[in-house]
């Protein structure tokens, strides 16, 4: 599957989240989020829940 970083990108600049913040508030390591968010590598499904989360977003809309 594939993220929609651009989504995750768009939602932490509307909240004022920086890398660290989401990462903190999703309780994920702030270079996994990273890795997210350059595609690199696949993301479990419970870190792409974690994301969706604290982004305050369906699955859905994070998977493409």
């Not at 909240?15 to 903190?24: D, I, P, R, V």
């Not at 990273?34 to 982004?55: C, E, H, V």
């Amino acid at each position: 599957y594939n993220i929609n970083t651009k989504l995750i990108q768009t939602k932490m600049l509307q909240k004022g989240y920086s890398l660290t913040k989401l990462a903190l508030i999703a309780k994920i390591a702030t270079s996994t989020l990273s890795r997210i968010i350059n595609k690199q590598g696949t993301p479990r499904p419970q870190t792409i829940y974690k994301i969706a989360k604290a982004l305050e977003v369906e699955i859905s809309e994070i998977l493409l």
